[in-house]
């Protein structure tokens, strides 16, 4: 994501979560605001149907900016940013009408208030260029209404002392908004950046520890049984039957734990960490992780981090079944209009590449992996509480992922989301090698894997 698209919700989303309950502190503010203003001065008012139409196109923005900055709604998106500019320029002209020629103040109007006011919440929701542009559109808007109504004001000052007193009502709170959503996208991006850089010079460091213990643990594995069994060959010099069957059934012991630490994922390391969590607290479980494909490595870091937090919000929540927890990936393509890319071994030939300003896209279509994830689960209580408890989680769900459903049917939950990948950059799913016992053509077919 590149920092001019960048929001803080989705380079932040837990910390966009804290600063939700602004959102209504706000839309509180405009909403009593404007109904305060209308009524202290109804004697400016020349049309009531206009005047309330104001009042109800300013509740309605605030409403909208409540509702959809909800962590059950998110991400904030440029349809709900338009809409709500949209109803809060509405009031602003409603209620100007509603005074035309009777306006006495230019700086006791709660339209150019409210709107800046209503701009400065998107602060954590939308890019900084986004806010600084609605709150250009709106001061513009300003301009030609106020003008116009220079000889009902009481105070007589220049034209210019009234368009700068209304934009600046709209323009001060807006930059704010815009100063603040610029400046912690790039303090977020910065900090990324610096933690990519710690993790890969980490990683490098230890490489080296990590092959050793990888080394001494297989090492550990084999003197338990190969090397043992090889030392009583030398010493005895001769090889029975029993001992090629007993050296076949060890080859296949080894086999068997090296192709199992092959498939081992980082969903699969979540379920066996869940799995001790639940037995340390005396309630052991089944947990089922059904990915034969091994999509989960295709997931990103924030992806993996907002899965791993509820699959624990779930083992954690009360009235959970440890036998109940089932982890499915599915993958599904969607037309997407793309270039074609050169085929490889690796790639197949209708995996294609973004589009570019110097390789634009063709008509053809090509099929853009789309992995769903299925998580199910029994909880016994009540759906309203269930939503409660996952709401934080899926509000960061909803931000990493797209097309998020729940379910909830007590006992029963099922949640459900997409994860697209970009079919250049993410090729085919990971198939463990082929073995006698696992041929890698039949692994697809495999029923789910068990953490037992």
């Not at 079944?321 to 071994?345: E, F, K, N, Y």
């Amino acid at each position: 994501m590149t920092a001019r698209r960048a929001t803080q919700q989705r380079l932040d989303p837990l910390g966009t979560l804290a600063a939700w309950p602004l959102s209504p502190a706000i839309a509180s503010i405009v909403l009593c605001y404007s109904v305060i203003a209308t009524v202290l001065q109804q004697d400016q008012i020349q049309n009531i149907l206009l005047a309330t139409l104001a009042v109800l196109a300013m509740a309605a923005a605030a409403a909208t900016l409540v509702i959809a900055t909800q962590p059950a709604h998110s991400p904030f998106g440029r349809r709900i940013h338009l809409i709500m500019a949209g109803f809060a320029l509405l009031g602003y002209v409603c209620e100007q009408l509603s005074r035309w020629g009777a306006n006495l103040l230019v700086q006791d109007d709660f339209g150019p208030v409210c709107i800046g006011f209503l701009l400065l919440a998107l602060a954590p929701y939308r890019p900084w260029r986004e806010i600084a542009l609605s709150g250009a559109v709106a001061s513009v808007v300003a301009i030609l209404i106020t003008v116009p109504q220079t000889g009902s004001y009481e105070v007589h000052v220049p034209v210019a002392v009234y368009a700068i007193v209304s934009v600046t009502q709209i323009l001060a709170p807006t930059a704010a908004g815009a100063a603040y959503s610029r400046r912690i996208v790039r303090s977020i991006l910065a900090w990324q950046t610096d933690a990519r850089r710690a993790i890969v010079a980490r990683t490098e460091e230890a490489r080296g520890q990590m092959a050793r213990a990888v080394v001494e643990q297989q090492v550990s594995a084999l003197k338990s049984g190969v090397i043992p069994f090889l030392a009583e060959l030398l010493d005895r010099g001769t090889v029975t039957a029993l001992d090629i069957a007993q050296a076949g059934q060890l080859a296949a012991d080894v086999r068997r734990t090296l192709v199992a630490e092959i498939d081992r994922t980082w969903l699969d390391s979540v379920a066996t960490r869940e799995r001790s969590a639940l037995a340390e607290r005396g309630t052991p479980g089944l947990l089922v992780v059904a990915d034969p494909e091994h999509r989960a490595t295709a997931f990103r870091a924030e992806q993996r981090a907002a899965t791993a937090a509820l699959i624990g919000a779930l083992c954690a929540a009360p009235g959970f079944d440890p036998h109940s927890l089932v982890v499915q990936i599915t993958g599904s393509t969607m037309p997407t209009p793309a270039r074609p890319a050169p085929a490889t071994l690796t790639q197949p030939l209708l995996t294609l590449a973004k589009p570019t300003k110097r390789n634009p896209a063709t008509p053809a279509t090509a099929s853009a992996p789309v992995d769903t994830i299925t998580i199910q689960a029994a909880l016994d209580l009540p759906p309203r509480k269930v939503r409660a408890l996952l709401r934080p989680y899926l509000g960061v769900i909803r931000v990493v992922f797209a097309n998020v459903r729940v379910t909830v049917r007590r006992p029963s939950l099922t949640i459900e989301f997409d994860g697209a990948r970009d079919p250049h950059e993410a090729g085919p799913p990971r198939e463990a090698p082929a073995t006698p016992a696992t041929p890698a053509g039949l692994r697809a077919k495999q029923p789910p894997r068990q953490v037992r």
